[in-house]
């Protein structure tokens, strides 16, 4: 079985800011980790995903997340904040090496961005 | 080229009543997807086919909820005697392959009164 717990379901920073929004996941077989954006009144965007070649990653829009095994998480990060990040964010899970394909969603994180 | 289509966008029905909702996966996709988001939640998956079959319905929560696929393309969510708690917006995703990255459509927010 496996899970995703996203910390914080509201981030507020600053334009120009460091952003970093945090997952946890729970998986008793190696993952593949996702992060997805939805922003209001459209579909799920994949910014990124983990699937065991790199453990650091590097999307789009200039957001990376980090694979750590060792600490089960895959947070997200951005150097600087715009204003045209703010939206929903979702860390998503599905095991390797098995027949299941689904997506299993942490509940997300709307991130603000102050001018 | 076109992205997944899901439509109504926004379906109102009253409780007892019937629904079907579509989702027009992007050409060629083999794998699709239904999901379901309830306000303030992530997606929690449904039903994935690939091709024409169900490979995996454990997430469908009730056999009031049914999903088909005659031929490998359009699919079809149906939900007999809507309940309030059906009320959520629906998501659809294909991918190329099963592995392949899910893209979503803008969903059908579906209300029950």
């Known amino acids: 079985a496996q899970s995703v717990t996203q910390l914080g379901s509201h981030v507020s920073v600053s334009e120009g800011a460091l952003v970093l929004l945090r997952c946890n996941y729970s998986?008793?077989?190696?993952?593949?980790l996702f992060w997805y954006v939805q922003y209001p009144n459209q579909g799920l965007q994949l910014l990124l995903k983990?699937?065991?070649?790199?453990?650091l990653v590097k999307g789009i829009n200039g957001f990376e997340a980090e694979f750590k095994k060792s600490e089960t998480s895959f947070h997200l990060t951005k150097p600087s904040a715009h204003m045209s990040d703010a939206a929903e964010y979702f860390c998503?899970?599905?095991?390797?090496?098995?027949?299941?394909?689904?997506?299993?969603f942490g509940s997300g994180t709307r991130l603000q961005v102050q001018p | 080229g076109a992205g997944v289509s899901q439509t109504p966008s926004n379906k109102v029905t009253e409780k007892g009543k019937y629904v079907e909702l579509r989702c027009d996966p992007i050409?060629?996709?083999?794998?699709l997807y239904w999901y379901r988001q309830s306000l303030g939640q992530g997606p929690e998956f449904l039903i994935y086919?690939?091709?024409?079959?169900?490979?995996?319905d454990s997430g469908l929560p009730n056999d009031r909820f049914f999903a088909v696929r005659p031929e490998g393309s359009v699919s079809t969510l149906k939900i007999q005697r809507t309940e309030r708690g059906d009320s959520a917006v629906y998501l659809c995703?294909?991918?190329?392959?099963?592995?392949?990255?899910?893209?979503f459509g803008p969903g059908t927010r579906l209300t029950v009164l």
């Open positions: 995703a294909s991918s190329f392959g099963g592995r392949d990255t899910q893209y």
């Open positions: 998986s008793s077989v190696p993952p593949y």
């Open positions: 983990y699937t065991s070649a790199a453990t």
């Open positions: 998503a899970v599905t095991p390797m090496d098995t027949g299941r394909r689904a997506l299993t």
């Open positions: 050409s060629g996709h083999t794998a």
């Open positions: 086919f690939q091709g024409t079959g169900a490979a995996d």
